[in-house]
């Protein structure tokens, strides 16, 4: 059966903070791995990766996945109370094109 | 429109009725799809409209789920005879290219419902 896996699954960090989500998967016809934030209701697209080594980075936020060892790590530095948030892993298969997700990361940030 | 629009936002209905669950993706967007996310789980795969081929439907829990995209534009997810176990939060979500793109999928605001 395929699997994705977050961990860990919530955590509470000061303002400032470095904070690292760990996602990791065994599927098969892996394509593409993709994390989103969300807040309420709507998630809202970070990244999508596809090569191994190469880090995705936008503003404090930066990505990296590694196809050896079947994992992404989502890097949020100086974090701020609005990076609160669920963060959501998927991975994308190729042929039916579907995004299997995991169970997320609830993140929140304290003043 | 500028991003994918649901509604209604919230539903209540009793355990038993029909719902319909509405939404319009991107214009221009060839791909559809439709998640459930149950509290404190992750986002569970319903069903996939690629342009005019026949829709992905391995993901729909049960023969009372069935959905519909007319035109290529607005689908319609209907549950009928509801049951408690449906009351979720229905996202949907849309993209230009099959596989995404690379600016992934875009979500719509979800429709939260509740079975009484």
């Known amino acids: 059966e395929d699997k994705v896996v977050q961990s860990p699954l919530s955590l509470v960090v000061h303002e400032g903070d470095t904070v690292t989500l760990n996602c990791s998967y065994e599927?098969?016809?892996?394509?593409?791995l993709l994390w989103y934030k969300q807040e309420k209701k709507a998630p809202t697209f970070l990244f999508m990766l596809t090569s191994s080594g190469i880090e995705k980075k936008s503003g404090r936020l930066s990505s990296i996945l590694d196809k050896k060892e079947l994992f992404s790590i989502l890097n949020i530095t100086a974090t701020q109370t609005g990076d609160s948030a669920v963060y959501l892993c998927a991975v994308l298969y190729y042929g039916n094109n579907r995004l299997a997700f995991g169970k997320g990361n609830q993140v929140v940030v304290i003043p | 429109g500028a991003g994918v629009s649901q509604s209604p936002s919230n539903k209540v209905t009793e355990k038993g009725k029909d719902v319909e669950l509405r939404c319009d993706p991107i214009?221009?967007?060839?791909?559809l799809y439709w998640y459930r996310q149950s509290l404190g789980q992750g986002l569970e795969f319903l069903i996939y409209f690629q342009g005019n081929s026949a829709p992905d439907k391995s993901g729909l829990p049960s023969d009372r789920f069935s959905a519909e995209r007319t035109g290529g534009s607005v689908s319609t997810l209907t549950i009928q005879r509801t049951q408690q176990e449906d009351s979720a939060v229905y996202l949907c979500?849309?993209?230009?290219?099959?596989?995404?793109?690379?600016?992934?999928?875009?979500f719509g605001s979800g429709t939260r419902l509740t079975v009484v």
């Open positions: 214009s221009g967007h060839t791909a």
């Open positions: 599927v098969t016809n892996f394509r593409s």
């Open positions: 979500a849309s993209s230009l290219a099959r596989g995404g793109g690379a600016d992934g999928y875009t």
